[in-house]
């Protein structure tokens, strides 16, 4: 007896959004340059935003592939779809200041809030349950996703590396939402966008991220998730 293909398990496909455009908010970090450049090598049109315009213009000068650097505020005003790559310590007051520029746009958070100590990683409590429930809070008039949380930086960055062997956990209440992010993941060699649940499940995926870093340390590697069975 054969596993049903994924086909046959959901015959729905998800979206075109190729012609989207791609903001990414804090586009000058690791994690924010490394999905710009994945996503615009993919043929996605990407804008990178920094507190410094100047900041991120040279940041997307380095990384080529047509992306394009600004300020926060016209990177949220200007695109589609908008990745938060931010800090922990200033997403709120980040979002709170962009409320206005992400009405009505999809937001995909990709904060996982982490200390460190002489043990390592560990999850940060958050009062709204996790990062991407405090964007929704403070951005009510916008289409609040999660996902990108598991994915290295370092993998993300590597010319060489052609394919990524990830899954991407995508969690939200809006299923339009959930669709184009599954299939912005989608566009990006060897990953999979997969359904994970509501907006209020995104604590623990914030916080497998602390377990993924200690996996890399033991071993010394890049580690993600796959989702078997899928």
Known sequence: MTTPSNAQRDPRELPDVGSLVVGV?????????????????????????SRSADRAESAAAELGAGVRGTDNATCAAESDVVIVAVPWEGHKELLASLAGQLAGKIVVDCVNPMGFDKQGAYSLPVEEGSA??????VLPESRVTAAFHHVSAVLLLDPNVE????????????????D???????????????????????????????????????????????????
């Open 25 to 49: 908010l804090g586009g000058t970090g690791e994690q924010g340059r490394g999905l710009a450049y994945r996503l615009a090598v993919a043929g996605q049109k990407v804008i990178i935003g």
């Open 132 to 137: 991407a429930q405090q964007a929704a809070a």
């Open 163 to 178: 394919a990524l062997d990830t899954d991407i956990m995508v969690l939200g209440d809006e299923r339009a939402a959930t």
């Open 180 to 230: 184009i992010v599954q299939a912005l993941a989608g566009r990006i060699p060897g990953m999979r966008g997969v359904y994970a649940g509501r907006l209020r499940n995104a604590g623990q995926v914030e916080a497998l991220t602390a377990n993924l870093i200690s996996v890399n340390r033991r071993y010394k590697v890049h580690a993600g998730v796959r989702v078997t069975d899928v």
